[in-house]
């Protein structure tokens, strides 16, 4: 008794003319197969990529250093309302420009923290809390932080910016909540590579011991600077919380029964306080870069392939059939079988 230990297959060999049907056919197939999954995948638009993005959480260090400016209105000593404005700043510079508006904080506290032990900045909190007199009451409030940011995987990114955090209410208030995301916003595309890029060319988004005057550190002048780069932080806060004022008559600073100096003695003996609380986090976001060559390459022979087999495989079997029909004018050869003796 014989098994069956091996099995080939017969070949069926075509042939013809140079300028016959058959011929014309099979140039016509070759340059098909080849072209045609190139055609294809151009014309999908995904071919040949100018672009794409990677999933990458951004390395954004809080600089310690802010600018708090507040505006309102106070009683002064005839009864009559008029604007108030205070602020203040971490940097000695800043605060000798800001004059008689400058307004110390009574309590500030500021932290960075990483849950996953990654040492990427995942949460940043800020509490600021300015104390007030009776007499006084804030209506809108701003608030600039500096920060660096930083790319460590496909794109090389190492450049400064700074985030702008305002709101505006229609009455006065005791606090405001700022509880967001922190949005890498990318204009134009960053290379992918190995060394650290710097859009900014080391210029700071928020030149505390260079300005010269305090228009250099108004959230305007912040924001215009910042709208030429191509790599800017975004603190994206659906909707502040802003929190009522408990005791919104203001009295008279002759009133108050704190300090002679209208009331204002830090927190306590009739003053009040406003609070200032900053919660943002920084989550994995797209990046948009430009591929390398290699990766443009790479990304468009997988496509090739992907197309070339089925188109491959279809003009193959149209092949066999016009050939096996006798459609086209061919010579058949066919492999001769050869009989082995069994032992």
């Known amino acids: 008794m014989a098994y069956v230990v091996n099995t080939q297959l017969l070949i069926r060999r075509y042939r013809s003319g140079l300028c016959s049907g058959g011929c014309c056919l099979c140039v016509i197939t070759v340059v098909a197969t080849v072209l045609l999954p190139l055609f294809l995948g151009l014309a999908s638009g995904s071919f040949w990529p100018k672009e794409f993005a990677r999933y990458e959480q951004p ?10 400016f507040a505006t309102g209105e106070r009683l002064d000593a005839t009864g009559a309302l008029v604007p108030l404005a205070v602020a203040y700043s971490t940097s000695s510079r800043v605060q000798s420009l800001l004059g008689t ?21 995942d949460v940043l909190e800020l509490n600021i809390t300015l104390p007030l007199a009776t007499s006084e009451r804030i209506t809108a409030v701003d608030v600039l932080l500096p920060a660096q940011v930083k790319l460590h995987d496909v794109v090389r990114l190492d450049t400064a910016s700074a985030l702008v955090l305002s709101h505006a209410a229609g009455g006065g208030g005791a606090g405001v909540l700022f509880a967001g995301d922190v949005e890498l916003a990318v204009r134009v595309q960053l290379p992918a590579g190995t060394r650290y890029l710097d859009p900014a060319a080391g210029e700071p ?7 010269t005057s305090l228009s250099d550190v108004t959230p305007a002048a912040v924001l215009r600077r910042l709208h030429g780069r191509n790599v800017t932080l975004h ?6 919380l802003w929190t009522p004022d408990p005791s919104p008559t203001l009295r008279q600073p002759s009133a108050d ?11 306590g003996g ?11 986090r920084v989550p994995p976001q797209p990046i948009w870069m430009r591929p390398t060559l290699t990766e443009t390459l790479k990304l468009a022979w997988v496509q090739y392939l992907a197309l070339l087999v089925p188109i491959w495989l ?3 079997s149209l092949s066999c059939l016009v050939f096996d029909s006798g459609i086209v004018d061919a010579a058949a ?7 082995a003796k069994l032992h």
């Open 205 to 211: 988004a928020l030149a505390l011991s260079s300005a």
């Open 59 to 68: 390395d954004v260090v809080y600089q310690n250093d802010l600018v708090v």
């Open 257 to 267: 029964p704190g300090s002679a100096a209208g009331g204002f003695a830090g927190l």
């Open 235 to 240: 603190a994206r806060v659906p909707s502040p």
């Open 333 to 339: 050869d066919v492999d001769r079988v050869v009989k």
């Open 101 to 121: 508006s400058l307004r110390a904080p009574s309590e500030m506290r500021a932290a960075q923290r990483s849950p996953f032990g990654d040492s990427r900045m």
């Open 314 to 316: 279809l003009f193959w």
């Open 270 to 280: 009739g003053s009040r306080a406003f609070t200032i609380e900053v919660l943002l």
